[in-house]
């Protein structure tokens, strides 16, 4: 089903589609799924859960935004993933229900696993208990996403090493605007 996903996109594809490509009859597909939509959201919650690995304590802010940098690099490798992602966020703009269950299976478990590179941040002292969680979660994930879908630039040791250096002192100053 993924690979039929990343070749005709979410409108395109249909539930006799997914049958033909795993040999099946129709009826098989709806028993283990009642909408397309349902399947979508259980294989890319699959997906996710399985490709999103827990970002490592290095020990500093810098280190595990670094290693945050990497695993949203690393999930986004296949090409699949992200045609998948585009055309996710494309079809999610149209329906929001779609938009909805993909928050829950895509959006929420990255930034859960920011949220813990913040709060071990703020734990150690190197950020304010004050700061901005959301916008600093905004910051640590939004510009590598961006650079991955949205440019043809390339995202390599320099860049996420720039990249890391900017989110850390964006964070830092986070911590300027709050009491």
Do not use: C
Not at 18 to 40: D, E, H, I
Not at 95 to 105: C, F, N
Not at 136 to 155: C, E, H, K, N, W
Request: glycine share 6%; hydrophobic share 45%.
């Amino acid at each position: 089903m993924f690979d039929l996903l990343a070749e005709t996109g979410y409108a395109r594809m249909s539930m006799d589609a997914v049958a033909r490509r795993a040999r099946v009859g129709k009826a098989a597909v709806y028993r283990r799924w009642p909408s397309k939509q349902a399947m979508l959201v259980d294989v890319v919650g699959a997906v996710m859960r399985n490709n999103l690995p827990r970002v490592p304590d290095t020990g500093s802010l810098a280190g595990d935004v670094r290693g945050f940098l990497n695993v949203i690099v690393a999930q986004t490798a296949d090409p699949r993933v992200r045609r998948i992602a585009l055309d996710l966020l494309v079809e999610s703009t149209r329906a929001s229900d779609l938009a909805a269950a993909l928050h829950g299976v895509v959006t929420e478990p990255r930034r859960a696993a920011g949220a813990e590179v913040l709060s071990r941040a703020i734990d150690r002292g190197e950020l304010s208990p004050n700061l901005d969680r959301e916008l600093g979660l905004d910051l640590l994930i939004s510009p590598v996403l961006t650079r991955l879908f949205a440019t043809a630039d390339q995202v390599n040791e320099t860049y996420l090493t720039q990249l890391t250096a900017a989110i850390v002192s964006g964070l830092k100053t986070l911590n300027l605007f709050h009491p």
